[in-house]
């Protein structure tokens, strides 16, 4: 059986009164209606369709393009609502269904919501949760300081938004750091700010300053995060030796570098002991 939720690249194997019927090379076929029959074909060729099940409940082919795939996140529109659930436009003639355990407070038509599109394994039915933190995942992490990814906003928190990061974690966007309006949905480009060590992310929509702007700075950070405790014994006191074997920085720079990470809220500063790592 072809998998449900995705797209698949299919051979026509032959035309029929109801539609084309496609195959692939291990021999699985699909119905391809004839409201999405191609003007142009011939046996043989190949079509790039989605396929979901029908009002029937039986596999389907389709060349519309859905608004969110299985394993995917979307923002959707809720359409219609029954005692059995919630059902969303997600671009498609049957409306993806969210059964009512699965939506984080109810869902009313003409609103919208983030979504997440999975695979129902007791009913081999494609069906979306508002409960999208259950679809994340934090334990084993797919990303490092400063990486370039992907965001999509879930909701507003007192320190921020909390984000879907590439569509497999969970981060945070602080506000202060926020200088457009975002609301539930919005897809960002962002950048890995920092990695806590319960793995607890923090993220940014521009680059860290000591990252972009101040080489110096960045050095300072590699050279705290190669210490086993984040800890270096460096201060304004320290004799300009001591800093330049540590960090090969001149005093000054290294007085720069520190206050450019302190502003970034990437280090704490002891007068008198040291710079620390922000916990």
């Given at each position: ?15 029929t ?9 291990a ?71 969210v ?29 979306a949760?508002s ?67 319960d ?14 702007i ?57 007068n ?8």
């Amino acid at each position: 059986m072809l998998d449900l939720g995705v797209k698949h690249t299919l051979t026509i194997d032959r035309d029929t009164p109801p539609g084309l019927f496609l195959k692939n090379e291990a021999g699985d076929e699909v119905l391809l209606p004839n409201k999405y029959k191609p003007s142009h074909f011939e046996i043989g060729d190949e079509l790039e369709v989605f396929v979901y099940l029908d009002f029937d409940e039986r596999p389907v082919a389709t060349s519309l393009e859905p608004k969110v795939m299985l394993d995917e996140f979307a923002y959707l529109t809720c359409v219609d609502s029954n005692d059995f659930g919630a059902f969303l436009d997600w671009g498609l003639e049957k409306h993806l269904f969210v059964p009512h355990m699965e939506q984080a407070y109810k869902m009313l038509k003409g609103e919208q919501y983030l979504i997440f599109c999975y695979l129902d394994e007791q009913t081999n039915r494609l069906v979306a949760s508002s409960r999208v933190n259950k679809f994340v995942d934090n334990s084993i992490l797919t990303v490092e300081h400063f990486d370039d990814v992907d965001l999509i906003v879930t909701n507003p928190t007192e320190m921020g938004y909390n984000v879907i990061i590439n569509e497999i974690h969970i981060g945070l966007l602080y506000k202060d750091e926020v200088f457009q309006d975002l609301k539930t949905g919005d897809r960002l480009k962002g950048i890995i700010k920092k990695i806590r060590p319960d793995n607890k992310i923090d993220v940014s929509l521009q680059r860290p300053g000591y990252r972009g702007i101040e080489p110096n700075a960045q050095k300072v950070m590699e050279v705290l995060e190669a210490t086993e405790d984040g800890f270096l014994p460096l201060h304004d006191k320290s004799k300009p030796e001591l800093i330049y074997d540590t960090v090969h920085l001149s005093k000054k720079a290294f007085k720069k570098a520190i206050g450019t990470l302190y502003k970034e809220r990437q280090i704490t500063i002891e007068n008198g002991v040291g710079i620390f790592l922000t916990k």
